[in-house]
């Protein structure tokens, strides 16, 4: 199998799985107890606080365990936003963010705040100009780093100057940037980030939300003290203990990962070109994480060319599934202005850690048979036997 | 029953249809058990997101997990695969301009016709699929000419033979049907046997899309439909007034139960004239029809038969076959019946038996009328 669909999650690193063990067999107390036990495992997750807040650029003392991405957007968004309460009940989340954003935002409108969308141009770039423009009372601003279809970098710092400039504050989703280009809080001026372990070589179910000291942010789950006040729930020890790990492996290969990840994705995407020149490649204009290609093949359904391609032992991502699983035209793709008759051909290539240049290569070849196949699906009812 | 073209000691490679429902699912996991490839897949026809949430539907939400329970107990992939667009365009609009021009429609053979014998087939290739298998009750076979051959299940109680008339003769080269010679318990009890969690699903009665069988209320509510609502006049054989009716839409050919009339004889629909937005009503022996006309017909048979041809047809889905001639068949067919038959429905088909094969069918144009 070849898998190509790293910014879904990406294998844990052997040396994440070792250090997880050996805290599942070591540290069985309540990192909360007061005992020399539960001060071991203390230790270890503050270990990995240091870890993580290394990768972004932020203190120790400004992370937070969370369960993951969805639960890092939900405390970022809506704690920042209920902190500033007073100032306003409107918040404005770019038209590119993950669900897990725009699911926040769903809870933000349940308690009567309104949501704006900030719209991007046609490289899936947010048009930060329109912040300045945003009603007075508007307090928070989401932008994600990098986004999770196109890999398209968005501009969080201008939009975080932007932001402050009029007294609203910035939410960062970093969860499929980190780990893959630099991270850092203070230069991007972001007021929240979030970051996710099972995207950078980390188990699933382990996340951490960064809050900028004297920001004003409230937390979402309370009654008891863990994490400073910040996250109720004993915290998932050995899912942490290998995100850390996870974090300063990821730092540590990042240049030299970074530069080897483009050059393959470079040679998929002259395989893609070869194989269909007629390719449209999202967000090829725009700065990109290096392992990310989101392409649309004219007539070749992502429903069937996923199909085809996995039969072919090839895995992809077709973007957007609905409840059902069926594939959906991406709104990611429908903010950018991709047309629905394009959008719901695109298909999302994310190369990895374990991803290599025979990788790249066979599924090069495999691409071709599998584009020839799905478009003879796709060809309009009429014209089949 | 399983054949492998190539012939070189792999498995064979299926294509699975998956509706959700037992009958379906157990058929995958029969190929599966006896060490076919499979790929199952489940066609999203509808958005579920708004249609009435029944454990008697087939396509619900609920149904595609049942179906994906499946495909993860044998062991198989399964995917969802979007054909909203093939669904209302092919099955749904006909279904309703069926409606609206007072015939009475039989959707799920169009079903079968585009979309599991016409979108899926064409998906076979896509993913290297030998065959594509589903859970209709019915049997393919080849006989020593070449030909092949749709034919009755051996469970008469279940033969699904009638829905599949409009499948493209080609496809039956290409297509298996693992239940066509079990009956359903034995359907149910492979079901349990295999660790199923659908294997005692209630069974699905009504069409897929309306599960409360109120199609003139779908047709309404979730389509935006006007046409065929219209009050008008219920007419007798003499075309005199004898009532009003509700809109055409809530009427078929053979309906006696909700008419709101009153005579000295029960009154049953004996046509419906959506020109004149008339229901044309009478008592039963006026529901009677030497014969019948078809639009197109979809032959399963290499060669259309000969004008004269002794056949049994079906008019209905439960409608037990009757003696027929065949007087003329081509592009669309007549036949006599040796005798008459009541509520011939233009819209349902007209499918034609020769023994347990099926020959062919169509959609029914018009009743023959008496002679005079």
Not at chain 1, 298 to 310: F, V
Not at chain 1, 368 to 382: K, L
């Amino acid at each position: 199998m070849i898998y190509l669909d790293h910014n879904a999650s990406t294998p844990v690193r052997p040396e994440v799985r070792e250090a997880m063990d050996a805290a599942l067999g070591d540290l069985h107390a309540n990192p909360s107890s007061l005992h020399r036990e539960g001060q071991r495992a203390r230790a270890a997750i503050e270990r990995a606080r240091e870890q993580i807040a290394a990768l972004v650029g932020a203190r120790p003392d400004e992370v937070a365990f969370a369960s993951g991405g969805t639960e890092g957007d939900h405390a970022g968004l809506v704690g920042l936003a209920w902190a500033a309460e007073s100032r306003g009940r409107r918040v404005a989340i770019s038209a590119v963010e993950h669900h897990a954003v725009h699911g926040a935002g769903d809870v933000l409108h349940r308690l009567g705040y309104t949501i704006e969308h900030l719209a991007v141009d046609g490289e899936g770039r947010v048009l930060t100009d329109a912040i300045a423009a945003l009603p007075a009372d508007t307090t928070v601003v989401a932008l994600m780093l990098a986004n999770n279809e196109t890999g398209v970098i968005e501009p969080v710092a201008a939009a975080a100057a932007a932001a402050h400039a009029r007294g609203a504050r910035l939410h960062c989703d970093a969860v499929q940037a980190a780990g893959k280009v630099p991270v850092d809080m203070a230069s991007l001026g972001a007021d929240t980030l979030v970051i996710s372990a099972h995207k950078l070589g980390g188990p699933k179910g382990v996340g951490a939300l960064i809050v900028r000291r004297d920001t004003p942010w409230e937390p979402l789950f309370r009654g008891s003290g863990h994490e400073r006040g910040r996250r109720g729930g004993t915290e998932n020890l050995a899912g942490i203990v290998g995100f850390g790990i996870a974090a300063e492996l990821a730092m540590r290969d990042l240049a030299a990962e970074s530069v080897r990840l483009a050059g393959l994705r470079d040679r998929l995407e002259a395989a893609l070109r070869r194989a269909a020149p007629d390719a449209v490649i999202h967000g090829a204009a725009a700065p990109r994480l290096p392992n990310t290609t989101n392409v649309s093949i004219p007539g070749a359904r992502s429903d069937h060319l996923l199909m085809a391609l996995d039969a072919r032992g090839i895995a992809v991502s077709a973007g957007a599934a609905c409840a059902s699983g069926a594939v959906e035209p991406s709104p990611v793709l429908s903010a950018m202005g991709v047309p629905r008759a394009l959008a719901v051909c695109a298909l999302r290539f994310s190369l990895g850690r374990t991803t290599t240049a025979a990788d790249v290569e066979r599924a090069g070849a495999g691409l071709t048979e599998a584009i020839h196949a799905a478009r003879a699906v796709t060809a309009p009812a009429g014209a089949r036997p | 029953m399983i054949r492998d073209p190539r012939g070189e000691g792999r498995p064979l490679k299926v294509l699975a249809a998956m509706s959700g429902g037992v009958d379906s699912g157990v058929a995958a996991a029969l190929l599966a058990e006896r060490g076919c490839d499979v790929t199952g897949v489940t066609l999203k026809l509808w958005c579920y997101g708004s249609s009435p949430v029944s454990p008697r539907a087939c396509c619900t939400l609920d149904a595609i997990d049942d179906a994906r329970g499946v495909a993860r107990r044998m062991g198989f992939p399964h995917y969802v695969v979007d054909a909203e667009d093939v669904f209302r365009e092919r099955v749904l609009q006909p279904f309703l301009d069926d409606y609206a021009n007072g015939r009475t429609p039989y959707p799920c053979a169009l079903c079968n016709q585009h979309l599991k014998f016409g979108d899926l087939v064409s998906r076979m290739d896509a993913i290297g699929a030998e065959v594509l298998a589903t859970g209709h009750y019915a049997r393919v076979s080849r006989d020593e000419t070449g030909e092949w051959r749709l034919e009755r299940a051996l469970d008469p109680a279940k033969d699904q033979s009638y829905s599949l008339a409009l499948m493209p003769y080609a496809a039956l080269a290409r297509v298996v049907f693992p239940l066509g010679t079990l009956v359903k318990d034995e359907v149910r009890a492979h079901g349990r046997r295999l660790d199923l969690t659908l294997w005692d699903k209630p069974e699905s009665q009504d069409l897929c899309f309306v599960p409360d069988g109120d199609y003139a209320g779908f047709a309404a509510d979730k389509l935006g439909e006007t046409r065929g609502t219209r009050e008008g006049a219920f007419v007798d054989g003499g075309g005199r007034e004898v009532g009003r009716h509700r809109g055409i839409f809530h009427y078929t050919v053979g309906q006696r139960r909700g008419l709101g009339l009153s005579g000295p004889q029960p009154l049953y629909v004996i046509g419906i004239d959506a020109a004149r937005n008339a229901v044309q009503v009478g008592p039963r022996e006026s529901l009677g029809s030497p014969g019948l006309e078809t639009d197109s017909v979809n032959w399963l048979m290499s060669r259309p038969p000969e004008p004269g041809t002794r056949v049994e047809v079906r008019i209905r889905s439960h409608h037990v076959p009757a003696a027929a001639t065949l007087e003329a068949a081509g592009a669309s067919a007549r036949v006599r019946f040796d005798e008459p038959q009541a509520a011939v429905a233009p819209g349902q088909l007209a499918v034609f038996y020769a023994g347990d094969r099926v020959l062919g069918g169509g959609p029914i144009a018009r009743a023959l009328q008496p002679a005079a």
